[in-house]
C-alpha cells in the first residue's frame, strides 16, 4: 500500500496542520511517512504545499513525482488547479470552493470549479460554511481533512486520535470543536459518495 498526496493552499490555512495530523495517524498506525514542504509568503497569502507519502513498507524519495498523486487535498480551488499535473487519472480532488482571492486577475471561482469538474469526481467542500457551522472559521482545515479522510487510507478513527493530540495543549473545547469539523467534513464526502 502506498499512497501520495498533495495537499494544497495559501499561508494561514492550516495546510501543515492538516500534514501533522496525518503524519501522526500514520505513524501511530506503523505506517512509513516522508513529508516535503514548500512554503511560499505564507504570512502574506502566499502558496504553501506538501507532498505527504505514506506506506506500508520503505519510500525512498521525498518527493511526489507529476501524474503519481492518489488525493489532491487543497484548501483552495485556484491551489487545486496549479497542482492538476500531479494527479493520477484515477487520482481524487478534495478542495475547497471557498476562493482567497490575493492577485489580481484571479480567475472566475466557476471557472476553476468547471475545470476541476473534468476531473475523477471531485469532491468540492464549502469548508468556510461548515466550519462556521462547526464553531469556527478556523476549523475548515479540519472539515477539509473530513472530506478527504476516505481517501487517506487511515481510519476516521485514527485521524480523530491525531486531531484530539494535536490540539489536547488548546483545551477539551477547541478539540471537541475541531473534530465536531472534521465529522460535519466526512459526512459531506459521504454523502457526496453515495449521491454519485
Known amino acids: 500500500m502506498q499512497i501520495n498526496i498533495i495537499l494544497a493552499g495559501v499561508g494561514g490555512q492550516g495546510i501543515l496542520t492538516i500534514a501533522a495530523v496525518i503524519d501522526q495517524a500514520a505513524l501511530q498506525?506503523?505506517?512509513?511517512?516522508?513529508?516535503?514542504?514548500?512554503?511560499?509568503?505564507?504570512?502574506?497569502?502566499?502558496?504553501?504545499?506538501?507532498?505527504?507519502?505514506?506506506?506500508?513498507?520503505?519510500?525512498?524519495?521525498?518527493?511526489?513525482?507529476?501524474?503519481?498523486?492518489n488525493l489532491l487535498l487543497s484548501v483552495e480551488p485556484l491551489e487545486a488547479l496549479r497542482y492538476l499535473p500531479f494527479l493520477a487519472s484515477d487520482g481524487r480532488i478534495v478542495t475547497s470552493t471557498d476562493p482567497f482571492i490575493n492577485m489580481e486577475g484571479y480567475p472566475a471561482t466557476e471557472d476553476i470549479l468547471a475545470e476541476l469538474n473534468r476531473t475523477n469526481q471531485p469532491v468540492l467542500v464549502n469548508a468556510a460554511e461548515l466550519a462556521r457551522e462547526a464553531g469556527s472559521p478556523k476549523t475548515s482545515n479540519m472539515v477539509m481533512l473530513g472530506a478527504a479522510a476516505r481517501f487517506t487510507s487511515l481510519s476516521p478513527q485514527e485521524l480523530e486520535a491525531s486531531i484530539e493530540q494535536l490540539f489536547r495543549a488548546k483545551g477539551a473545547d477547541i478539540v471537541a470543536m475541531n473534530i465536531r469539523a472534521f465529522r460535519t467534513g466526512e459526512a459531506l464526502s459521504q454523502h457526496q459518495a453515495t449521491e454519485s
Open 29 to 69: 498506525s506503523g505506517l512509513t511517512v516522508r513529508q516535503a514542504e514548500v512554503h511560499g509568503m505564507s504570512q502574506r497569502g502566499g502558496a504553501v504545499q506538501s507532498h505527504l507519502r505514506i506506506s506500508d513498507r520503505e519510500i525512498y524519495s521525498d518527493l511526489i513525482a507529476e501524474g503519481t498523486a
